[in-house]
Nanobody
Framework: VQLVESGGGLVQPGESLRLSCTASGFPFYTYDMRWYRQIIGKERELVAEILYSGDVGDYADSVKGRFTISRNNIRGAAYLQMNNLKPEDTAVYYC?????????WGQGTQVTVSS
């Protein structure tokens, strides 16, 4: 079982990034997918959720209108399109695959927004 995030990096305020989460070793299409982020010293925050069906759940208030979650069940991947990035979006971003029987986590990818 593996979840691998990619696409993080250093950008300036107002720029965009697209995070990817590639899954293997489990039936991805049966799992809801979430993106979380964590700032050092703070609790992990739920950013966005998309159900196994493709229906989008909720977004954190701080990212509504700027971030978009999506998935491709054929490719076994989930994405987080992040536009108009702000310094307060700086964090390690994690993808999470979950269903009633349990969940899996990726190792995280660093996003830094700074001028």
């Amino acid at each position: 079982v593996q979840l691998v995030e990619s696409g993080g990096g250093l950008v300036q305020p107002g720029e965009s990034l697209r995070l990817s989460c590639t899954a293997s070793g489990f039936p991805f299409y049966t799992y809801d997918m979430r993106w979380y982020r964590q700032i050092i010293g703070k609790e992990r925050e739920l950013v966005a959720e998309i159900l196994y069906s493709g229906d989008v759940g909720d977004y954190a208030d701080s990212v509504k209108g700027r971030f978009t979650i999506s998935r491709n069940n054929i490719r076994g991947a989930a994405y987080l399109q992040m536009n108009n990035l702000k310094p307060e979006d700086t964090a390690v971003y994690y993808c999470n695959a979950r269903r009633q029987s349990g969940d899996y986590w990726g190792q995280g990818t660093q996003v830094t927004v700074s001028s």
